[in-house]
């Protein structure tokens, strides 16, 4: 199976919003609601921000935001932070019913 | 509070047998959750493994099938992980990580819980 594309940069000065994508095939993204994205510091286990193309866990900030269109999914963060700053990753559910990661986006904040 | 936590050799020698543990504590792992591994090589991204049901069902990578056993341990309350003919390329931190499985009657697929990692380097 192969990666998620995500680009590999994307950044934004604070306050601004910044969207990543992440763009699968049919057979994971488009195929189904399971898109999930994390965040991950450096040197540290990655956290879930979304699950379900949308929804947030509690305690997440309500900055973070997930949408879905097609074989492409995104994540956006309004009102970019400096904590904001760290690596992203999108996962999906497969159609072989295994999971597949994205490339991993690295967020900075100017 | 679930927690997560690897356990098993940094060091393992080209074309041996990685193996590593998670420990489950704060929850069962009898319950309705799929337990995953996840590796993450220096420097590049998140790969999914495989995962495994109290059951024993299993789920795998394609790209590591065949070289990949998970087995659980219900007495232990723990789930390992065996990687054989390892390379170089298998040098990476390992992560252990919980799926929900179901919420109420319906399936999810995400991972809530993380252990802390470690990092298994190959090398002789």
């Known amino acids: 199976q192969s990666a998620l594309t995500q680009p590999a940069s994307v950044s934004g000065s604070p306050g601004q919003s910044i969207t990543i994508s992440c763009t699968g095939t049919?057979?994971?993204?488009?195929?189904?609601?399971?898109v999930s994205w994390y965040q991950q510091h450096p040197g540290k286990a990655p956290k879930l921000m979304i699950y379900e193309v949308s929804n947030r866990p509690s305690g997440v900030s309500n900055r973070f935001s997930g949408s879905k269109s097609g074989n492409t999914a995104s994540l956006t963060i309004s009102g970019l932070q400096a904590e904001d700053e760290a690596d992203y990753y999108c996962?999906?559910?497969?159609?072989?019913?295994?999971?597949?990661f994205g490339t991993g986006t690295k967020v900075t904040v100017l | 509070q679930v927690q997560l936590q690897e356990s098993g050799p940094g060091l393992v020698k080209p074309s041996g047998t990685l193996s590593l543990t998670c420990a489950v504590s704060?929850?069962?792992?009898?319950?309705?959750?799929?337990w995953s591994w996840v590796r993450q090589p220096p420097g590049k991204g998140l790969e999914w493994i495989g995962e495994?049901?109290?059951?024993?069902?299993?789920n795998y990578n394609p790209s590591l099938k065949s070289r990949v056993t998970i087995s659980v341990d219900k007495s232990k309350n723990q789930f390992s992980l065996k990687l054989s003919s390892v390379t170089a390329a298998d040098t990476a931190v390992y992560y252990c990580a919980r799926d929900p499985g179901a919420i109420a009657v319906a399936d999810v697929y995400y991972f809530d819980y993380w252990g802390q990692g470690t990092l298994v380097t190959v090398s002789s």
């Open positions: 704060g929850g069962s792992i009898s319950s309705s959750n799929w």
């Open positions: 996962s999906s559910y497969t159609s072989s019913s295994t999971r597949v």
């Open positions: 049919s057979s994971d993204v488009g195929g189904y609601n399971y």
């Open positions: 495994i049901y109290h059951s024993g069902s299993t």
